[in-house]
């Protein structure tokens, strides 16, 4: 059913079907629904703030980041603005219990890595545990420097960790900021 249409496309349907100009249809438009955007779960590929990004835009833009909290906790001379502690697994597996590991928190942009030194003849694969990123509490919040302290015990991708030392500069910056 054509509701309406212009002289121009009246004129062609008068000289190519012989179909009269007839009078237009009104109707009431309504107004569009506006649908909610649903963004998908995180699925664990990338970082979180990159797969909203994309879910966001058409051209995937990367989330904007704290450019003066960066400017203020990053490396500045020998000062590395890294909280480096010491953990071990919280686990009952005879094989885990003796793995050690270093947490790194870092300043600049709160994110966190996870590697485990090399320990000869364990059978273990060393190195890179957990890649820097930003690590969700069980809660649902991101990790922030005060959550993590000697006798803290965090979760990070369904592995717990007990906090157990600190280098000097993670003592010295938890005392500081109290």
Same mark, same amino acid.
């Given at each position: 059913?054509?509701?309406?249409?212009?002289?121009?496309?009246?004129?062609?349907?008068?000289?190519?079907?012989?179909?009269?100009?007839? /009078?237009? $249809?009104?109707?009431?438009?309504?107004?569009?629904?506006? =649908?909610?955007?649903?963004? %998908?779960?995180?699925?664990?590929? &990338?970082?979180?703030?990159?797969?909203?990004?994309?879910?966001?835009?058409?051209?995937?833009?990367?989330?904007?980041?704290?450019?003066?909290?960066?400017?203020?906790?990053?490396?500045?001379?020998?000062?590395?603005?890294?909280?480096?502690?010491?953990?071990?697994?919280?686990?009952?597996?005879?094989?885990?219990?003796?793995? /050690?590991? $270093?947490?790194?928190?870092?300043?600049?942009?709160?994110? =966190?890595?996870?590697?485990? %030194?090399?320990?000869?003849?364990? &059978?273990?694969?060393?190195?890179?545990?957990?890649?820097?990123?930003?690590?969700?509490?069980?809660?649902?919040?991101?990790?922030?420097?005060?959550?993590?302290?000697?006798?803290?015990?965090?979760?990070?991708?369904?592995?717990?960790?007990?906090?157990?030392?600190?280098?000097?500069?993670?003592?010295?910056?938890?005392?500081?900021?109290?």
């Amino acid at each position: 059913t054509i509701c309406d249409m212009d002289e121009f496309t009246a004129h062609h349907y008068q000289s190519k079907f012989g179909v009269a100009k007839s /009078t237009p $249809i009104h109707y009431k438009q309504t107004e569009a629904a506006k =649908i909610e955007r649903e963004i %998908p779960p995180y699925n664990g590929w &990338g970082s979180e703030e990159d797969s909203r990004a994309n879910c966001l835009k058409l051209i995937a833009q990367a989330p904007k980041r704290d450019f003066i909290k960066f400017m203020k906790k990053d490396r500045q001379g020998l000062d590395s603005h890294v909280l480096r502690f010491f953990a071990r697994l919280d686990t009952n597996r005879p094989i885990d219990m003796d793995r /050690t590991f $270093i947490i790194s928190f870092f300043l600049s942009d709160d994110t =966190i890595s996870v590697f485990e %030194p090399e320990k000869r003849n364990s &059978g273990i694969v060393h190195g890179k545990f957990i890649e820097r990123s930003k690590i969700k509490k069980p809660s649902g919040e991101y990790y922030q420097a005060e959550d993590i302290y000697v006798g803290a015990v965090v979760n990070f991708r369904s592995h717990q960790f007990v906090i157990v030392d600190a280098d000097e500069y993670a003592l010295s910056y938890a005392e500081k900021h109290q």
